[in-house]
């Protein structure tokens, strides 16, 4: 298995990244055929404006039943599987071929399926939340050059705005 921990960089946003989510959506969907699931364009390449890392995140929603043939088709699209990867509930797939991308196969309407639509959706509906969180995310870049150091430096930040979105869910 690959390692994990790889070199990562922050890039100014590229309005291309939405075509980029789209297509792996309809790629990785038409995959699907068959298998019940949901696959949606998350990350920070989701939210327009945001600066991130130039890799493009899907997710996809299916039953617990279905993760090992979702894992295994993801396979043919060249993706390389990396197990839960420190995140219980999910499995991690990436693909570093053309434009790099990661899936993360969750539970069909789970926590962590609702944690990042949720933490997505209010980036895109808060500039502010996006402005506080791509300053965080520099600075972490700015201070660690590979991914679990980078994660973990923005981890409060993450953790206030997913508190914050929860609370303005709770509000509606």
């Known amino acids: 298995m690959a390692d994990l921990d790889e070199p990562i960089h922050v890039v100014a946003y590229n309005p291309v990244w939405a075509d980029l989510g789209r297509d792996l959506v309809c790629q990785v969907s038409a995959l699907l055929q068959g298998v019940p699931a949901d696959v949606e364009h998350i990350g920070s390449t989701a939210v327009p404006g945001l600066d991130a890392k130039p890799v493009i995140d899907v997710q996809v929603g299916c039953r617990r039943a279905d993760v090992a043939v979702v894992v295994e088709r993801l396979r043919g699209l060249g993706f390389e599987h990396l197990g839960q990867a420190g995140v219980p509930g999910r499995e991690y797939m990436r693909r570093r071929s053309g434009w790099p991308a990661n899936v993360h196969v969750v539970e069909s309407g789970g926590q962590l399926w609702e944690d990042n639509v949720l933490f997505r959706d209010h980036l895109t509906g808060h500039p502010?939340?996006?402005?506080?969180?791509?300053?965080?995310?520099?600075?972490?870049?700015?201070?660690a050059s590979h991914l679990l150091a980078y994660s973990e430096l923005k981890a409060?930040?993450?953790?206030?705005i997913m508190d914050d979105a929860r609370r303005g869910r709770a509000s509606t």
Not at 129 to 135: F, P, Q, S, V
Not at 156 to 160: D, G, H, P, Q, Y
Request: glycine share 4%; aromatic share 4%.
């Open 128 to 143: 502010d939340a996006a402005e506080r969180y791509a300053r965080a995310k520099h600075r972490a870049a700015g201070q």
């Open 156 to 160: 409060r930040t993450v953790a206030e």
